[in-house]
């Protein structure tokens, strides 16, 4: 059985969670799998201003502050406005299909903590996905062949063209497919049933560690590199003689 982590993209303890996730798979980890959930369903689409929960924020991320590692880039204010993230999950749960999962996961997370972008619209999510499906292209690529079709990486994208869009999610922010649905009430089921707590990280064993104590696992994942020996005036005095 490999980790799980349940984490909400409003939560700036998921963000970290999933950096440390994404740490972990660059040094060549595997066996953490991210299972998108919503702890509010209730936001409204038109987006909440941040202010009105001012402290509660400010305390969030000091929190995160204290517990990040050096190299993690945690965030300092949160976005301007909190978006519904309905469609956002709706796009994660598809992504396993197209093999984007990891790279939607980020995207998201980075529109929303790092650019301070409102993700409610469905037409947003659409808009992060399709510029993964549709890598970015030159304009000189084009100037003399205007007609020419722009590259798509078909190889790790699902059959259909709305798809290869970005047209994961429907226009009212659902998932395209029964198979996005079920997995987004799976997972949503799970989670409930061992946390009312984001992140939440289940140990191979079974046993589920919510908010910072989940953090500290995935940081006990990324040990820090010893130092380099220091190499003082009287060893290389000795050297020398």
């Not at 941040?50 to 400010?58: D, L, R």
């Not at 009430?185 to 079974?206: F, H, I, K, M, N």
Request: contains cysteine; hydrophobic residues 40%; negative net charge.
């Amino acid at each position: 059985m490999a980790y799980i982590v349940y984490g909400d993209f409003n939560c700036p303890y998921s963000y970290l969670a999933s950096l440390r996730v994404d740490e972990f798979v660059r040094r060549g980890g595997s066996g953490i799998e991210w299972r998108a959930v919503e702890h509010d369903r209730r936001l409204p689409l038109t987006g909440t201003p941040s202010g009105a929960a001012q402290g509660e924020w400010a305390r969030e991320l000091g929190e995160i502050a204290e517990v990040s590692r050096p190299g993690e880039a945690v965030p300092e204010a949160p976005p301007p406005v909190v978006s519904n993230t309905g469609a956002a999950v709706a796009a994660y749960a598809e992504a396993l299909t197209d093999g984007l999962a990891d790279e939607v996961r980020r995207e998201i997370f980075r529109a929303i903590w790092v650019d301070g972008r409102h993700v409610s619209s469905p037409y947003e999510i659409r808009r992060i996905v399709a510029e993964l499906m549709y890598p970015q292209a030159s304009a000189l690529d084009h100037r003399y062949g205007p007609d020419l079709v722009m590259a798509v990486d078909a190889g790790r994208v699902a059959s259909g063209t709305e798809r290869r869009f970005g047209a994961t999610v429907s226009v009212l922010g659902g998932p395209l497919t029964v198979t996005g649905q079920r997995r987004i009430e799976r997972w949503r089921a799970e989670w409930q049933g061992l946390t009312p707590v984001v992140p939440a990280v289940v140990r191979p064993d079974g046993a589920v560690l919510p908010g910072l104590s989940g953090l500290g696992r995935l940081a006990e994942l990324l040990p820090v590199a010893a130092p380099k020996p220091v190499v003082t005036a009287d060893r290389e005095l000795a050297k020398v003689t």
